[in-house]
Every structure is written in C-alpha cells, then in structure tokens.
C-alpha cells in the first residue's frame, strides 16, 4: 500500500504542476479519473521562450487541505505527501482540517488569500463546497479533489484523483457471499456520514450482497478505530450471537470491531466473521492471526 499511496501523491503533484504551467522532470501516469491534457510542440524557434516563462516543481507553492488523520491510510497518505513535495522541492502549505468540514474550508480560505498556486482538498463530506470553491475559482487558483468526490458543479475543480469506492463496496459484497453461503445476519460499520467513500462504498456492498443475507444494524463508526469500537460494543449488546458476520467501511473500525469482539468473549474472524476496506499493515497482521476475513484494497491507481 505504500507504494500505491507515493504514486498518487507524484500523480498529484505532477498534475497540479502541470496545471501552473511547471516543467515537470517526468510524466506521470494517468488514471481512469485523472483529467489529461494534450500539448502540441512548438516549433525550435518558439520553444525557447515559452519555457523560459515556465517555472519548475521549486517554484511550485500547493495548498493541502488534509481533512485528518482518521485512519492508518490517512496517516500514510499524510506522510507520502510530505515526504514527496520534500524531495520534488515543492513548497506545501499544509492543514489538518481534524476531519471538520469548517476546519476545511477555513484552510481553504487560508490559502487562497496567501496566493498559492493550487489546491488538494479530499472532501470530508460531499455537500457544502460551492460558496468556497466558487471563491478559489474567482482567484485563480484550480482546486484538484483528492480520494473523495464533493457534489459541486464540474467546472468548481480540474481534475479527481481518487479510488471507485462503489466497486469497492461491490468486492466487500461478493466476499460475504462467499464468507457465509447459507445466508446470515451482519452488522454494518459506517464511515464519516455524508462522505463519498461511506455513501459509495454503502450502496456498492449492496448491490452485490445475496438476498439471504440480512443487515440486521448499520451505524457510524466515522472512520476510525476508537468509535468502530464503541459501535461494535453496542450492537454486541443489543445483537449478542445474532450477529454471524461484520462489514466495515474501514480497516480503523475493523480494527477496533475485532478488540471489542474480544472483549465480549467471542472469536473475531470464526464466530463472526469481518469485511473490511482498505488494506492496512494493521488489517494484514489480522488476517494473518486470523482475526480479519477480508479487506479489500483501497488503491488510487
């Protein structure tokens, strides 16, 4: 996983240069998602000044608006962008918007008025972006969405680079099926409310899951390990042995789902079995006690 996270983040950077006009050191691969663009050469004698009037990646000065550290993904994330703008010599502006939409959209307005060049944002939930995007647009400055989506008109950003949490959703499904073939009763573990990956990765699990298995309870854990438990611990309350299966949103809140199993004096990964999303160090070492069925990659490219 990490070396699918530092590929997005050169994605990333190698887009929003190209967007201020940066003469890149390397092309980039682009994703299904990615917007691209198509130049033609000039001719020998044009070419000189159009790339004197070029800057490159040290010239480049991107706004981050980070909406946390929820997760062990989003920790990663985290540290692959700061670790790739060091070593591209990209000046990054970073905030830690503690998964609070305001907190976001503050830092937007932070650098907008500091002048940077460009945005990532990856939206905390998909509604309520316009006013601020609209203010980013009467600036100048392009806003690339990052990981999730927002509900804004498509000519509010240039460009979303992120992961298909619906097909995510939709592989988490087809892995129950398989997990409980005679049907069962699961629990469900959302993430953030109103965020792209929990209303995605909801409806895509949905879509794929047998009819003979029935969601009995779906709340919010939002993404994190802390409150996956807590969530956990309530519906064994409520559910106790009625519970023959587990779907997470997340790896976090599986990884706090599996602590309160325990607790409760049940086997996590026998007596009820747990799908999960994202593919963390954490998720792999819980597969391998056993205590983890399933998690489904969460990869950008």
Same mark, same amino acid.
Not at 4 to 9: D, R, Y
Not at 160 to 184: I, Q, T, W
Not at 206 to 230: H, M, V, W, Y
């Given at each position: 996983?990490?070396?699918?996270?530092?590929?997005?983040?050169?994605?990333?950077?190698?887009?929003?240069?190209?967007?201020?006009?940066?003469?890149?050191?390397?092309?980039?691969? /682009?994703?299904?998602?990615?917007?691209?663009? @198509?130049?033609?050469? /000039?001719?020998?004698?044009?070419?000189?000044?159009?790339?004197?009037?070029?800057?490159?990646?040290?010239?480049?000065?991107?706004?981050?608006?980070?909406?946390?550290?929820?997760?062990?993904?989003?920790?990663?994330?985290?540290?692959?962008?700061? $670790?790739?703008?060091?070593?591209?010599? &990209?000046?990054?502006?970073?905030?830690?918007?503690?998964?609070?939409?305001?907190?976001?959209?503050?830092?937007?307005? @932070?650098?907008?008025?500091?002048?940077? =060049?460009?945005?990532?944002?990856?939206?905390?939930?998909?509604?309520?972006?316009?006013?601020?995007?609209? $203010?980013?647009?009467?600036?100048?400055?392009?806003?690339?969405?990052?990981?999730?989506?927002?509900? &804004?008109?498509?000519?509010?950003?240039?460009?979303?680079?992120?992961?298909?949490?619906?097909?995510?959703?939709?592989?988490?499904?087809?892995?129950?099926?398989?997990?409980?073939?005679?049907?069962?009763?699961?629990?469900?573990?959302?993430?953030?409310?109103?965020?792209?990956?929990?209303?995605?990765?909801?409806?895509?699990?949905?879509?794929?899951?047998?009819?003979?298995?029935?969601?009995?309870?779906?709340? @919010?854990?939002?993404?994190?390990?802390?409150? %996956?438990?807590? &969530?956990?611990?309530?519906?064994?309350?409520?559910?106790?042995?009625?519970?023959? /299966?587990?779907? /997470?949103?997340?790896? =976090?809140?599986?990884?706090?789902?599996?602590?309160?199993?325990?607790?409760? %004096?049940?086997?996590p990964g026998e007596d009820i079995k747990i799908v999960s999303i994202d593919a963390v160090r954490g998720a792999f070492q819980a597969m391998i006690d056993g205590k983890l069925n399933v998690t489904v990659e969460c990869n950008p490219l």
């Amino acid at each position: 996983m990490k070396v699918s996270k530092v590929l997005l983040v050169v994605v990333i950077l190698a887009t929003l240069a190209a967007l201020v006009g940066c003469a890149a050191p390397a092309a980039a691969p /682009a994703t299904s998602n990615q917007a691209t663009t @198509s130049d033609q050469a /000039a001719p020998a004698d044009q070419a000189a000044p159009a790339e004197q009037g070029k800057k490159t990646y040290k010239d480049l000065v991107v706004g981050y608006a980070q909406l946390g550290a929820e997760s062990e993904w989003r920790t990663a994330n985290t540290a692959s962008i700061k $670790e790739t703008a060091d070593e591209l010599g &990209v000046t990054l502006k970073f905030s830690d918007a503690q998964q609070k939409q305001e907190n976001q959209i503050k830092a937007i307005r @932070s650098f907008i008025a500091q002048g940077v =060049d460009v945005i990532g944002v990856p939206p905390v939930v998909e509604t309520g972006w316009e006013t601020v995007f609209k $203010e980013a647009q009467d600036a100048g400055i392009p806003i690339i969405l990052v990981d999730r989506r927002a509900d &804004v008109p498509e000519d509010m950003y240039v460009s979303y680079l992120g992961s298909d949490f619906v097909e995510e959703g939709r592989k988490a499904g087809n892995e129950m099926n398989k997990l409980l073939p005679d049907g069962g009763k699961i629990v469900e573990l959302v993430g953030t409310v109103g965020s792209a990956p929990a209303n995605d990765r909801f409806s895509g699990f949905r879509e794929t899951l047998n009819p003979n298995i029935e969601i009995i309870d779906s709340q @919010s854990g939002d993404f994190t390990r802390a409150k %996956g438990k807590e &969530v956990m611990e309530a519906f064994l309350k409520k559910y106790g042995n009625e519970i023959t /299966a587990l779907y /997470a949103h997340n790896d =976090d809140m599986a990884l706090g789902a599996i602590q309160a199993i325990e607790e409760y %004096g049940l086997k996590p990964g026998e007596d009820i079995k747990i799908v999960s999303i994202d593919a963390v160090r954490g998720a792999f070492q819980a597969m391998i006690d056993g205590k983890l069925n399933v998690t489904v990659e969460c990869n950008p490219l």
